[in-house]
């Protein structure tokens, strides 16, 4: 019976916006589907379950983060102020940088931002450094042998 269940998915909710509303079972868990936007189901909903009210409001949610993650655009540059997942930062596509604790990240100004950025400098690469020089197994058994 259970792997009958499995069956039944992505199963369709219905239309919300003209577009199929959707839930499936994915990689990363369950998630809801409205054209090309993915949410995740959170730990209380079922997708086996799930109404489709339900589904377009964690949709909308997803789609609201999305639209606020953008603080500050600086015209004529890549440069923007976004808001992460840890708090704000700036990047460039590139280089990420941190805005410093005593500073509001709207208020920051174009150079600034590229004083930040260059402060951060490239990013790291962590090498393997030189490797050792090994002494051959026959080398040490003939000095062995000599003495």
């Known amino acids: 019976e259970d792997a009958l269940e499995l069956f039944k998915m992505p199963r369709a909710l219905g239309q919300d916006k003209d577009q199929d509303v959707s839930v499936g079972i994915g990689r990363f868990g369950p998630f809801a589907r409205r054209g090309s936007v993915y949410a995740s189901l959170k730990k209380e909903d079922d997708p086996y379950t799930i109404d489709l009210a339900r589904a377009v409001?964690?949709?909308?949610?997803?789609?609201?983060i999305a639209r606020n993650r953008v603080?500050?655009?600086?015209?004529?540059?890549?440069?923007?102020?976004l808001n992460g997942r840890f708090g704000p930062y700036i990047s460039d596509g590139k280089l990420n940088g941190k805005i410093p604790k005593d500073r509001e990240p709207a208020?920051?100004?174009f150079e600034e931002v590229q004083?930040?950025?260059?402060?951060?400098?490239?990013?790291?690469?962590?090498?393997?450094?030189?490797?050792?020089?090994?002494?051959?197994?026959?080398?040490?058994?003939?000095?062995?042998?000599?003495?």
């Open 57 to 64: 409001f964690l949709i909308e949610e997803k789609e609201e």
């Open 71 to 81: 603080i500050k655009d600086f015209d004529g540059s890549d440069i923007q102020v």
């Open 107 to 109: 208020s920051l100004t």
């Open 115 to 147: 004083q930040l950025l260059a402060d951060t400098g490239k990013p790291v690469r962590k090498g393997f450094g030189a490797k050792k020089a090994t002494l051959k197994k026959n080398a040490v058994k003939d000095s062995a042998k000599e003495a």
